[in-house]
């Protein structure tokens, strides 16, 4: 499965964004977003199941980012709000295809995407 991100950008701090993550199927469990600044390691941003009745936030996300998904269930949102610098990375979006307790380890999604740049600027 391809997923494609998108939505990325330049910004100022305080601003805001939406990344989008075309699944590309509706066979997923979870899709998460997870991020990577540079000369850090990839960490969880959010996820959502399938059924869009649990989404779990990294604290840094928590109050500030929101994670959704359309009704045809094949695209799914990350709508970034007051952005800062520290927010600065390669987001990715990833999906499973397994049943899970919970989703917001790497190692509990499949399939990745290529990443959105995301650039906040003070």
């Known amino acids: 499965v391809q997923l494609q991100a998108s939505g990325g950008g330049l910004v100022q701090a305080g601003d805001s964004l939406r990344l989008s993550c075309a699944a590309g199927?509706?066979?997923?469990?979870?899709v998460g977003w997870f991020r990577q600044a540079p000369g850090k390691g990839r960490e969880f941003v959010a996820s959502i199941n399938w059924r869009g009745s649990d989404k779990i936030y990294a604290d840094s996300a928590k109050g500030r980012f929101t994670i959704s998904r359309d009704n045809a269930k094949t695209t799914v949102y990350l709508r970034m709000n007051n952005l800062q610098p520290e927010d600065t990375a390669i987001y990715y979006c990833?999906?499973?295809?397994?049943?899970?307790?919970?989703?917001?380890?790497?190692?509990?999604?499949?399939?990745w995407g290529q990443g959105t740049q995301v650039t906040v600027s003070s």
């Open positions: 199927t509706i066979d997923y469990t979870a």
């Open positions: 990833a999906a499973s295809f397994n049943a899970r307790r919970s989703y917001y380890r790497q190692s509990d999604f499949e399939s």
